[in-house]
């Protein structure tokens, strides 16, 4: 376990956290390098034994450090921006295991894309195909890709992070893929390399990944009749996490369902996870303000806000509460609620807690995934220190910004400053 009780105080790893809030302030993120390193290596290890690729998607967690993490035990990075593949560039990804996604990639991405090599580019239209194959084309390259397939599978998840049905923007339909790939083939500056998918986030079942593999494998076979053939099939991300009592599929469990039709037909297997790599490896540490008593309800007034972690707010999502400093068991009912001017700037509603006072500490569980990477500044509120522990030590692997950092590239027009 990354974070447990010791001495009636929660560590992660080996370091208390009561440590890094004296030192580094409140709120900060932090990490356990172990958890990082046991998250990658859950798929590594079944991806290895099909000479299948793991591609960490960087959006769950860009923190160049936990990138350098998980890149060093193998893994490569899936990108949904120029910007995500600038991080792994600078975490020291090897390009070649990079792979591309997004519904609104930009000439200037995929220029940039193209110069780095990276394996392919995931497109989800036809139209962004078109445009490749020209900036392809002016660059002298021919750019690798596969087509994002919308296998129309119901992920039974939230609906915010469900992408693999008809109705989403994702992807190009069943219906529609033969065409695009013949189409496809006959663009001069592209290769035709792959198949992807991703049906969504969160899932806590193995079947909707089965499903969706099964319609691609038939997709493939058509595709075979066609002539075309294709060297990598991308399934995605999205194994769920505990965030509560979710019972998710090991990866390895998603793995073996499909190696034996995935082998059969020469494929080379692509993941692309992220909440499941990261999320359980990092909580989100906070201290309490103020209690605040009303008639109808008990607050805790916290130092963290949904401008830190913003999953409460956006999906309703469920973080455990936990007391740094171990209580007796849940006596009250208490929202759990940051300093922005938003009734939905909370971090926990309706919840059983103990007994808090002004000054305590609380961990937001679960929090390694879309904690750090969806924060903003809103309310103009620095964002927060990253800290990432490796056994007895710690080391805080984002700063705290300033006040400065908030301004920086601001400008008031001079015809304002009456000049
Ligand atoms: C977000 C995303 C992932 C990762 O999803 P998780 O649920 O974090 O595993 C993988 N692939 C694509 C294309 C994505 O958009």
Redesign the pocket.
Known sequence: MAFSYRDGVLHCEDVPLSEIAERVGTPCYIYSYKAIVEGIRSYLLPLAEVGGIA?F?V??NSNLAVLRAVFGEGAGA?I?SGGELFRAVRAGVDTQKV?F??VGKTEKEMEYALRMNILMF?VESWQELELLNEVAGRLGKKAPVAI?INPDVDPETHPY?A?GLKKSK?GIDMEEAEEVYKKALSLTNIEVLGI?C?I????TKKEPFIDAAERLFSLIDRLNALGVNLKYMDI?????IRYKDEEPPAPSEVISSIKDEVKKRGLTLIM??????V?NAGVFLTKVLYVKKKAEKLFYVVDGAMNDLARPALYNAYHEVKSVVQKEDSSVIADVVGPICETGDFLAKDRKLPEFEKGELLAVMGAG??GFTMASNYNSRPRVAEVMVRGNEWFVVRERESYEDLIRGEKIPSFLLGV
């Open positions: 591609c998607a959006k769950a899936d949904v792979v996604a997004g995931n994002r992070i992408t994702f992807h991703h969504g986030s969160q899932i995605g991300g999205g194994i769920g692309e996870p992220g909440r499941s790599v999320g995934a879309y």
